[in-house]
């Protein structure tokens, strides 16, 4: 009999920067799927003082989303965890890439077949919104939902 150990793995929570303008938090995100693949609109427009645009995230087909309000999310928050400047600079930057997923970790078979699997995840100010996708999503900012 062999004895196997293994450690856990640590997840690397990289700032992910699809296009300039983050500056504050995100309110909230609004998700949308349909025969087209999955929509993630991040609302910036919502914050006091921010943008009159939100973030539109095309992902199209994925594999797997989750939705979680911030205080239960099943993984932690790392310390070193990329963060806003100035006065947001108490919050985590809204789009992180997660290196060395546990949640990839836990579907052994995905790597095999996809092996290019990206595993995103976009914070609010109480989402916390997990994605694992083939490709990186199109992304662009769209008039926000007061607009007008």
Same mark, same amino acid.
Request: charged content about 25%; aromatic content about 8%; proline content about 7%.
């Given at each position: @009999?062999?004895?196997?150990?293994? *450690? *856990? %793995?640590?997840?690397?929570?990289?700032?992910?920067?699809?296009?300039?303008?983050?500056?504050?938090?995100?309110?909230?995100?609004?998700?949308? *799927?349909?025969?087209?693949?999955? %929509?993630?609109? @991040?609302?910036? &427009?919502?914050?006091?003082?921010?943008?009159?645009?939100?973030?539109r995230l095309k992902f199209g087909r994925v594999?797997?989303?989750?939705?979680?309000?911030?205080?239960?999310?099943?993984?932690?928050?790392?310390?070193?965890?990329? %963060?806003?400047?100035?006065?947001?600079e108490t919050c985590i930057y809204p789009l992180?890439?997660?290196?060395?997923?546990?949640?990839?970790?836990?579907?052994?078979?995905?790597?095999?077949?996809?092996?290019?699997?990206?595993?995103?995840? @976009?914070? %609010?100010?109480?989402?916390?919104?997990?994605?694992?996708?083939?490709?990186?999503?199109?992304?662009?900012?769209? &008039?926000?939902?007061?607009?007008?």
């Amino acid at each position: @009999m062999t004895n196997v150990t293994s *450690e *856990e %793995t640590v997840e690397k929570q990289e700032k992910w920067e699809p296009i300039d303008g983050i500056v504050t938090p995100a309110a909230a995100a609004l998700i949308a *799927e349909d025969q087209g693949g999955l %929509t993630v609109t @991040m609302l910036f &427009s919502e914050i006091v003082d921010g943008r009159d645009s939100d973030l539109r995230l095309k992902f199209g087909r994925v594999f797997g989303y989750t939705v979680y309000e911030e205080f239960v999310h099943p993984w932690e928050t790392s310390e070193t965890a990329p %963060t806003l400047e100035g006065r947001w600079e108490t919050c985590i930057y809204p789009l992180l890439q997660i290196r060395d997923s546990r949640w990839i970790a836990s579907l052994p078979n995905l790597l095999v077949v996809h092996p290019d699997c990206i595993h995103y995840r @976009m914070l %609010t100010l109480d989402e916390i919104v997990d994605v694992l996708c083939p490709k990186p999503p199109e992304v662009s900012w769209v &008039s926000g939902r007061h607009a007008g």
